[in-house]
């Protein structure tokens, strides 16, 4: 008999972004080295300025992405900033387990979540040990992080271009 949840959890990973194109045996793979996570409410899942421990997908519920009133530093912002709310096959923590720095962000569980959590040392191991799923993962992390330096780009082309004809004094 088969278990639902994990072939949900396989379904979810697959959409993903860092884990699309990978064969469902070797999402088996990486939901063997997953630990399932249940988020209530409120329940702080990141911290701005603390070391991240490894990369979460959302499987069910948001996650909203802020920073914090109090910023690192003991500097303070005007107020908390909403930056993002992310919900099913949506990742975070990739910043981290890439270049062991502090997380840029806070992260909580805007809703009762479920996350599946990838340990960095696992991610590691996994990629280093398995070169087709380190290769389809970086691609997919490469191509997600440009993608998203691309949108930024077009934000900010919105905000500081003025709109007058070319040639104009």
């Not at 990486?30 to 991240?52: F, K, N, Y």
């Not at 975070?92 to 062991?100: A, L, R, T």
């Not at 909580?108 to 191991?125: D, G, I, N, V, Y």
């Given at each position: 008999m088969r278990d639902t949840r994990v072939d949900a959890y396989r379904g979810s990973l697959a959409s993903s972004v860092v884990f699309e194109h990978?064969?469902?045996q070797e999402l088996?793979?990486?939901?063997?080295?997953?630990?399932?996570?249940?988020?209530?409410?409120?329940?702080?899942?990141?911290?701005?300025?603390?070391?991240?421990?490894?990369?979460?997908?959302?499987?069910?519920?948001?996650?909203?992405?802020?920073?914090?009133?109090?910023?690192v530093g003991h500097l303070r912002r005007p107020s908390r900033m909403r930056l993002n709310v992310l919900g099913p096959g949506r990742?975070?923590?990739?910043?981290?387990?890439?270049?062991?720095?502090?997380?840029s962000a806070s992260a909580?569980?805007?809703?009762?979540?479920?996350?599946?959590?990838?340990?960095?040392?696992?991610?590691?191991?996994?990629t280093a040990e398995h070169d087709r799923i380190g290769k389809v993962i970086y691609a997919n992390l490469l191509r997600f992080l440009v993608n998203r330096l691309r949108a930024k780009d077009k934000e900010l082309d919105l905000v500081l271009f003025v709109n007058e004809p070319v040639g104009s004094p």
């Open positions: 990978l064969t469902s088996d793979l990486i939901l063997a080295c997953c630990r399932i996570v249940t988020a209530e409410p409120g329940q702080v899942l990141m911290t701005e300025g603390d070391r991240g421990d490894g990369l979460y997908v959302i499987l069910s519920g948001e996650v909203e992405f802020f920073l914090p009133e109090r910023a990742c975070f923590g990739e910043y981290g387990v890439i270049d062991d720095r502090t997380s909580q569980a805007l809703r009762p979540a479920q996350l599946c959590f990838l340990p960095t040392a696992e991610f590691r191991r996994l």
